[in-house]
Structures are given as C-alpha cells and as structure tokens.
C-alpha cells in the first residue's frame, strides 16, 4: 500500500511449469481486517465473562443482605479472576444458599 499501513495477509505458493518453464504461482488475500474483528471480538468475550461474573456477585450479596439478614458470604467476594482464589459457579451458589 502507498500509505504505508501494514497489512496482514494469508499466502499460498505452489511451483508450476508453465511452457516447460519453473514458474511460481502465488496468491495472497488481505485478512487484516477479519484480524482486526477477532481480536476486537476477544476483548468484548474477555469483558462479557467479568460482566457475569460481577453480576453473580452482586446476586449473591443481595441475597445475603435481603433473603439471610447476615453480612455477605466470603465466596462471594473472591475473584473468579484470580488463579489461586478461584471459585466453581456452583461454589458460589452453595455458599450463598
């Protein structure tokens, strides 16, 4: 490109003849776009997960404070997010119950 933008691209080559002549037929296709989309789609997945889980958190808060009467379970308030504290759905619920 003129621009100088940088493009990103899938390539396929393959040796022919061509009029008993060594020949290299070549095709390239300009995916920097669908890249673009992917990585814009992984981030919107990343922000939809943490969405979810914060809005079971808050789920389970409002049960403790309006259903139970008591402070907020302490599995609640552990991150999903974090390898070493990282608690099941379903170990959620149970401490919420």
């Known amino acids: 490109m003129k621009n100088g933008d940088i493009r990103v691209a899938l390539a396929s080559a393959e040796l022919i003849k061509v ?6 037929l070549a095709a390239f296709v300009d995916v920097t776009e669908r890249k673009r989309m992917q990585e814009a789609l992984a981030g919107k997945e990343l922000e939809l997960r943490q969405a979810q889980a914060l809005a079971h958190v808050a789920n389970c808060l409002l049960h403790d404070l309006l259903c139970c009467g008591k402070p907020p379970c302490r599995a609640a308030l552990r991150s999903p997010y974090k390898p070493a504290a990282r608690a099941t759905e379903s170990n959620l619920i149970i401490n919420c119950i």
């Open 19 to 24: 009029h008993e002549e060594p020949s290299v």
